[in-house]
């Protein structure tokens, strides 16, 4: 007679059931948020730099001024916020 063992689960507890939904929640945010990030690290970049390789500095506020200093921007603003 041989004796058998019998390999029974272990149940899952509810701190592992939270880490892999924690994890989960996680990645999926980072999935989520990385398009946002890459939309406004792009807006600091100039339109020949977007696709370069290697990266380049993408701090470069010059656009920014040169919208803030034409004037006429404003008036698009204020309509958009009203309608």
């Given at each position: 007679m041989t004796s058998k063992t019998i390999k029974t689960k272990r149940p899952v507890t509810?701190?592992?059931?939270?880490?892999?939904?924690?994890?989960a929640l996680i990645i999926t945010s980072l999935l989520y948020l990385f398009p946002l990030?890459?939309?406004?690290?792009?807006?600091?970049?100039?339109?020949?730099?977007?696709?370069?390789y290697p990266l380049k500095s993408f701090l470069k506020i010059q656009p920014f001024k040169?919208?803030?200093m034409l004037g006429r921007h404003w008036i698009s603003f204020v309509t958009s916020i009203i309608r």
């Open positions: 509810r701190k592992s059931a939270m880490f892999f939904l924690t994890l990030l890459w939309f406004l690290l792009s807006a600091f970049k100039p339109g020949t730099e977007l696709f370069a040169t919208l803030l």
